[in-house]
């Protein structure tokens, strides 16, 4: 059996290097080595099949979004084999943003008291005034250039149930008692981003600029795992194999494109990112 080549040597390959230098110009270098070095720190990914890292790796370059974790703009998140594309909540205010439609967005916790009441046919809010440090939910607003604006709350515990519905891993970790999911281990960046999510989805804009599709497919890319077929969600607590199409939106770079490997130099997984 042929012996199948390691991830920098498909990323070293003229076929793969030439789709990142496309998506990403002169800032392609620095993304390949960030996503050697991703790879190299996470033993998770390093099971992970070489298809899916590229395809996730491919959705943020397309976006034009670092994956550096300690940033929060885009993520490659290992699942029981397959690398998953992740949305962080600055990632969605950065696509959002692009836009040019978008005066104010923003998502944060809401400590104890700081909401007085929400008026359940406008969804604005009242603030009150904080009594204790305790978060007991979490709040997303946006406001348009064009004036309009809206605002969505949800509570810890709404947001806990949501996790539990849409994550397995976080429904196995209530389960077991473990903290293996990014929802136990990063429950504030996770809060954020859901809130911020849902509000886009429901309320943000959506047209057929290049801006505005870019962030409806990144909605649908979020946290799967991308195939040939479309956007596959695995961790799911319905198992579903539900597959959504992303049409050509979105070319990202497989080892279909692999030639032969360059010099492994070129790329090294210990280079700084700088994208």
């Given at each position: 059996m042929k012996e199948q080549p390691t991830l920098q040597q498909v990323l070293?390959?003229?076929?793969?290097?030439?789709r990142f230098e496309e998506l990403l110009d002169s800032s392609a270098p620095s993304f390949i080595s960030s996503i050697l070095s991703i790879v190299k720190s996470n033993s998770k990914l390093q099971e992970c099949s070489t298809n899916s890292i590229l395809a996730a790796a491919g959705i943020a370059a397309a976006l034009k979004l670092p994956i550096n974790p300690s940033l929060g703009f885009a993520h490659i998140v290992p699942y029981k084999g397959h690398a998953t594309f992740q949305l962080g909540w600055r990632?969605?205010?950065?696509?959002?943003?692009r836009s040019g439609q978008y005066r104010t967005l923003n998502s944060g916790a809401v400590r104890e008291g700081q909401i007085a009441e929400i008026d359940f046919v406008t969804g604005e809010i009242q603030r009150g005034e904080k009594i204790s440090d305790n978060i007991v939910g979490y709040v997303a607003y946006m406001e348009l250039i064009n004036g309009f604006h809206k605002t969505l709350y949800m509570t810890v515990e709404e947001l806990q149930a949501h996790a539990e519905k849409y994550s397995q891993s976080y429904a196995y970790d209530m389960r077991s008692g473990r903290k293996s999911s990014v929802w136990s281990t990063n429950f504030d960046a996770m809060a954020k981003k859901t809130v911020l999510k849902k509000l886009l989805s429901n309320f943000g804009i959506i047209s057929i600029d290049q801006q505005s599709v870019a962030l409806a497919t990144a909605l649908q890319a979020d946290q799967a795992v991308i195939t040939e077929d479309g956007f596959r969600y695995v961790d799911n607590e319905r198992g579903e194999e539900k597959i959504v199409p992303f049409s050509d939106v979105f070319d990202v770079p497989t080892t279909e494109n692999l030639d032969e490997p360059e010099d492994a130099e070129n790329f090294s997984a210990d280079d700084d990112d700088k994208n």
């Amino acid at each position: 059996m042929k012996e199948q080549p390691t991830l920098q040597q498909v990323l070293n390959s003229a076929g793969i290097k030439r789709r990142f230098e496309e998506l990403l110009d002169s800032s392609a270098p620095s993304f390949i080595s960030s996503i050697l070095s991703i790879v190299k720190s996470n033993s998770k990914l390093q099971e992970c099949s070489t298809n899916s890292i590229l395809a996730a790796a491919g959705i943020a370059a397309a976006l034009k979004l670092p994956i550096n974790p300690s940033l929060g703009f885009a993520h490659i998140v290992p699942y029981k084999g397959h690398a998953t594309f992740q949305l962080g909540w600055r990632g969605y205010v950065q696509l959002a943003m692009r836009s040019g439609q978008y005066r104010t967005l923003n998502s944060g916790a809401v400590r104890e008291g700081q909401i007085a009441e929400i008026d359940f046919v406008t969804g604005e809010i009242q603030r009150g005034e904080k009594i204790s440090d305790n978060i007991v939910g979490y709040v997303a607003y946006m406001e348009l250039i064009n004036g309009f604006h809206k605002t969505l709350y949800m509570t810890v515990e709404e947001l806990q149930a949501h996790a539990e519905k849409y994550s397995q891993s976080y429904a196995y970790d209530m389960r077991s008692g473990r903290k293996s999911s990014v929802w136990s281990t990063n429950f504030d960046a996770m809060a954020k981003k859901t809130v911020l999510k849902k509000l886009l989805s429901n309320f943000g804009i959506i047209s057929i600029d290049q801006q505005s599709v870019a962030l409806a497919t990144a909605l649908q890319a979020d946290q799967a795992v991308i195939t040939e077929d479309g956007f596959r969600y695995v961790d799911n607590e319905r198992g579903e194999e539900k597959i959504v199409p992303f049409s050509d939106v979105f070319d990202v770079p497989t080892t279909e494109n692999l030639d032969e490997p360059e010099d492994a130099e070129n790329f090294s997984a210990d280079d700084d990112d700088k994208n």
